[in-house]
């Protein structure tokens, strides 16, 4: 059986958010450059020419493309013929994020306790893993730093199984609205729809890595992505919110079964530095 | 055309700005976000001496990343604002003049704006390299401990900006949209 050893995984960990920090994945370019030939607004081209720079500065002087270097996400699909030849598969990770953030001049964004010290880790730890078994022997890691702003942006609402198709788009379409400018548009919606309350967040999360351009491969869902694409660059709120046609990139939506009385919905928002890259191993 | 704006910011100034117009401002700045701003609040409370003059200051709401050797100050784009929203009434009410953020302000704090005749400025979030670019010195003047957090004043030249709350009450947020949105 194949071995992976912690220091193979610190490693990975540590050049894959190296680079996603600095590194805007060239699907997000290329719509950034879709996006001047269909933005009316001149603030709003003046947003996406700012960024278009940005991207070439941050890679040219391998800075990171956003202050916010954010919360490290990692997904982690382990096959199962693969044997973990260490400790602490967790620690491993963390110490991965550790090394990137400060070898990367990253902003450490992470305090130890949500409500009373709020005390900074001053290491970006720990990080957010999503640990799944998979058929196969390989490990492919996906990592995902997320920032702040858009997160806070997010939205779960359990529906009524009654309120159907156009409850979702009410309520992804409402997150939308609501969030106006704040989380940096244009953004990227990642909806979960069914299974639980978490594992709807979860998958509107994981959405959130699909490339643009690519839809669920259910045509119903896919048709839907559709729809609620060009409802939302109706909203009017444009590049960072200035007024304007490009509200959002994409919208993807990733589903699961769920209980004969629940409809969860959950809208994960990603703001323009949609940054994640990821390894197979 | 862009406004060029050089800070302190004095009611002249202030008074030339309305929303939807691209300035560059040069002087300058001070940095505080969340955690500075809470203590800054506290401060006042307490009828005590803030660590920076605020009469004509300018607050950006920006966390940056740590300079590299050689480096002034590492990314540096801006946060969103309404996190600061409790305190910045308190602010302005101190002489406060600028906030440079992005994202929609609270009722009270445009409100503020207008009373105090302050402005409201929000850059590109995002674009953290770009914006770095233009911040020639950087040196932290309080709360060494808050890391990200703590209180720097930057220098900076023909730092890219565009007002969104002017001392006449408009908003540049809502404006915008309203330009711009297709209704059925």
Redesign the interface.
Known sequence: MKKITEEQIIEAIKNLFLDAGKFLPEDVYCAFENSLKVE??P?GR??LE??I??KK??EN?????????GFAVVFVEWGTRVIFDGKDLFEAVNEGVRRAYKDG?????IVNDPLFD?K?T?DNTPCLLHFEFVPGENVRIIAAPKG??SE?MSAIKMLRPADGVEGVKRFVIETVEKA???P?PPIIVGVGIGGTFEKSAYLAKKALLREIGEHNKDDRYANLERELLTEIN?????P??????VTALAVNIEYYPCHIASLPVAVNIQ???ARHKEVIL | MIKKINTPLSDEIISQLKCGDLVEITGVIFTARDAAHKRLVELIKDGKELPFDIRGAVIYYVGPTPAKPGQVIGSAGPTTSYRMDPYAPVLLEKGLKGMIGKGKRSKEVRDAIVKYKGIYFASTGGAAALLAKHIKSSEIVAYEDLGPEAIRKLYVENFPAIVVNDIYGNDLYEEGVKRYKINE
């Open positions: 009316e607004s603030l003046a947003v700012q960024l720079e940005n500065i941050a002087d391998g800075m990171a493309l956003c202050q916010d270097t001049y990253y902003r450490k964004s709020r900074n001053g702040g702003g806070n106006g400018g704040n940096c109706k909203l009017g709120i444009g960072m919110g200035f007024g304007g046609r703001c323009h530095s």
